[in-house]
């Protein structure tokens, strides 16, 4: 049974770093083709994809977000950890990750719950 | 960069009737790289569709995806009250994986 999990500070200050771990288990990062995304949705508003790690290391990040994002992984641990720097209020949002497979040809096949993440001095 | 924009904003129809969902890239997308989510209040998005008509596990046939290039469309026939939600496309063949802004399907 593949689940994933989202943890992180509910609060943080402005120009402050946020950092979030994803938690999953029933694959492996490890596995040739899988992969995990970062996904946030600011209250009442529509999805934006952060960032993407594979089982190769290799990653994929925003745009516009490139200069403030870090995705890593610790395949030891079945996590993956987003770095966001600088943040702010805009920054507020319900930050997702979900799962990918290359095999399969599937993107988002599974979801963690979300935790929302306030930005506010 | 591709950018998604989905239309309507918002599709007000009723219970039994037929959705017909827009998704239009501003290059093309392969056709193995569209997918389809369904989000209702509260909750993670759903997977609906990948590889532009490939319904995930445990979708209804009611729901059908198509499209190719730069035009894709999901369509729901005969809605059932739990159909309505917000539905989002995204494409997966280019970095970054954008989304599309999101329809919002309403009774």
């Known amino acids: 049974q593949v689940t994933l999990r989202e943890s992180g500070p509910a609060l943080v200050k402005p120009t402050q770093t946020l950092t979030l771990t994803c938690t999953f288990s029933g694959f492996s990062l490890s596995t040739s083709g899988m992969c995990v995304s970062w996904i946030r949705q600011p209250p009442g508003k529509a999805l934006e994809w952060l960032a993407l790690?594979?089982?190769?290391?290799?990653?994929y990040y925003s745009t516009s977000l490139k200069t403030r994002l870090i995705i890593s992984k610790d395949t030891s641990k079945n996590q993956v950890v987003l770095t966001l720097t600088n943040m702010a209020p805009v920054d507020t949002a319900t930050y997702y990750c979900a799962r990918g497979d290359y095999n399969s040809n599937l993107m988002g096949d599974y979801w963690g719950p979300g935790t929302l993440v306030t930005v506010s001095s | 960069e591709i950018v998604l924009t989905q239309s309507p904003g918002t599709l007000s129809l009723s219970p039994g009737e037929r959705a017909s969902l827009s998704c239009r890239a501003s290059r093309s997308v392969s056709s193995s790289f569209l997918a389809w989510f369904q989000q209702k209040p509260g909750q993670a998005p759903r997977l609906l569709i990948s590889s532009t008509s490939n319904r995930a596990a445990g979708i209804p046939d009611r729901f059908s995806g198509g499209g190719s290039g730069t035009d894709f469309t999901l369509t729901i026939r005969k809605l059932e009250p739990e159909d309505f939600a917000v539905y989002y496309c995204?494409?997966?063949?280019?970095?970054?994986?954008?989304f599309g802004q999101g329809t919002k399907l309403e009774i």
């Open positions: 995204q494409q997966y063949g280019s970095s970054p994986y954008s």
């Open positions: 790690i594979d089982w190769d290391d290799d990653k």
